[in-house]
């Protein structure tokens, strides 16, 4: 951790996502075979995103919005 203001564009949306997925379990342990499933599938697919912001980025975007259902933020949400 002692690296998270090195690295900001990882380690924060890194927390939220781990962070949800682990209170998926905690707050509804009748849930807990699909989020354990949900984790092992951003963790695969974590370690199959390059090395570069941008497909870190979308990954985030993916995951935090459309997979866990946080609220995007008024800046970052597509022209309608």
Known sequence: MRHADA????????????????D?????PQDTSQAAAAMRRAAQE??????E????R??????LYE???YER???ARPAS
């Open 7 to 22: 690295s900001r564009e990882v380690m924060w949306p890194m927390w939220l996502l781990w962070g949800a997925l682990t």
């Open 24 to 28: 998926w379990i905690e707050n509804k």
């Open 46 to 51: 974590w370690l199959a995103v390059p090395d």
């Open 53 to 56: 912001v941008q497909a870190q």
């Open 58 to 63: 979308v990954y985030f975007e993916r995951w």
């Open 67 to 69: 997979e866990m259902g």
């Open 73 to 75: 933020p008024q800046a």
